[in-house]
């Protein structure tokens, strides 16, 4: 028997459930893994409030998580390049991370790294795919100006690192606190709330020039900003505020634009020093929904990860 994390209604917090479950059998190309971390999203937040239901609708109940990183227990019909024993990061095709044993597609999985942390490994997927189709999509040149709305968030802080290994300078929207973080990172820090045009118009006027792109990771109006400040549609990439790509013909690159490769470049450059992927906490298993509230109310700038 294994455990996994539930909800058989939508919800807060408090409809998730760790519920016993049998362990799965890895299909062909699958492995099965024994998951040592797995990293929560908002997106995840998002599905069990039953806000996707349009564009991700699910069957109810239930489970829960993308990221995880294990140790391969078995492997399925025509999987090669993995056996059991192995350690890995990896995507779970099924949205069922967050458990004792997952099922992992084997072109969604990746070798971990000794140097790399279970809890990097088991948090890192969804945003290294997301944060580089986000910056693939508006292809920063050097020298150009690129905004970044949410720039210390866990998406949102790697596309500010990987604009900058582009050679653009990067302007950061983010909160006071994360400030000097984003200047350790060689990003200008811009604050959120009124008046934040203003303060973005400057900071790239004393950057020496004009806004290039703009990379949305939280939504609240940075599309119609970057239009308003003269940025071409087609060089603004939201993942948060699809209307307004709608209205004003901006992109929606994200997650689903990702590639394993992706991962596999963002890995390297972590390894080397040049990018910085953070923990905020880890939790338990047991206490996911602890784990939710930090995530949904506690605004951290590392990831959540949970640990079976």
């Not at 016993?20 to 024994?34: I, R, S």
């Not at 990746?110 to 942390?117: C, E, K, V």
């Not at 909160?175 to 203003?198: K, M, T």
């Amino acid at each position: 028997m294994s455990r996994q994390v539930s909800f058989d209604r939508y919800g807060g917090v408090e409809v998730l459930e760790l519920l016993p479950a049998e362990k799965p059998v890895p299909g062909e190309g699958e492995l099965l893994v024994a998951v040592r971390a797995a990293g929560l999203n908002p997106f995840d937040t998002k599905v069990r409030r039953g806000l996707m239901e349009g564009v991700f609708p699910i069957t109810l109940p239930s489970t829960q998580g993308t990221d995880v990183a294990g140790v391969v227990e078995a492997v399925g019909p025509g999987v090669q390049g993995f056996a059991a024993g192995d350690e890995i990061l990896g995507s779970t095709g099924r949205r069922r991370a967050q458990a004792d044993h997952t099922l992992v597609p084997a072109a969604s999985a990746l070798p971990r790294p000794p140097a790399l942390s279970w809890e990097v490994a088991g948090s890192l997927w969804v945003s290294a795919t997301t944060a580089s189709a986000m910056v693939r999509a508006v292809a920063p040149e050097p020298g150009e100006i690129v905004l970044v709305a949410g720039a210390s968030g866990g998406v949102g802080a790697l596309v500010s690192q990987l604009a900058r290994e582009r050679g653009a300078v990067v302007i950061g929207v983010a909160g006071v606190e994360s400030h000097a973080w984003l200047r350790e990172q060689r990003i200008i820090p811009v604050s959120y709330g009124e008046g934040v045009a203003q303060r973005v118009s400057a900071a790239a006027e004393a950057a020496g020039g004009r806004l290039a792109a703009v990379l949305d990771a939280v939504g609240g109006g940075y599309v119609a900003l970057g239009v308003e400040l003269g940025v071409a549609p087609q060089r603004i990439d939201t993942i948060v505020d699809f209307d307004a790509a709608a209205r004003y013909g901006a992109r929606t690159d994200g997650g689903a634009a990702g590639r394993t490769a992706d991962v596999a470049a963002v890995l390297e450059l972590i390894l080397a020093g040049r990018v910085q992927f953070s923990v905020h906490r880890s939790y338990p298993l047991e206490q996911v929904r602890d784990a939710y509230r930090e995530l949904e109310e506690g605004h951290p700038r590392g990831k959540v990860v949970l640990i079976p």
